[in-house]
């Protein structure tokens, strides 16, 4: 394998905004941001809209997400 050409393997925080659960993995992701976690050590905290907790599929529940005005977007695009 060719060194320095592979992203940074490390520990993230993802942070679901629309029900606020958050998770400790790893990822490629990097992120300006940064949150203490359980453990007391800082991580990078990455936001992302839907996850398990939130995901129509897994809860049972309808959820509508619009991202910064797709479907407006789409509409005006398409509209006869």
């Known amino acids: 394998m060719k060194k320095e ?6 520990e993230v925080v993802f942070l679901d ?16 941001e940064t949150i203490k976690w359980e453990d007391g050590n800082e991580y990078p905290l990455v936001k992302i809209e839907v996850s398990s907790a939130s995901h129509p599929f897994y809860t049972g529940k309808k959820l509508f997400v619009d991202t910064a005005g797709r479907v407006e977007k789409f509409n005006k695009r398409y509209k006869k």
């Not at 050409?5 to 490390?10: A, D, L, Q």
């Open 5 to 10: 050409i592979h992203p940074e393997y490390k």
């Open 17 to 32: 905004t629309s029900s606020e659960f958050k998770f400790l993995t790893k990822s490629t992701m990097s992120s300006s």
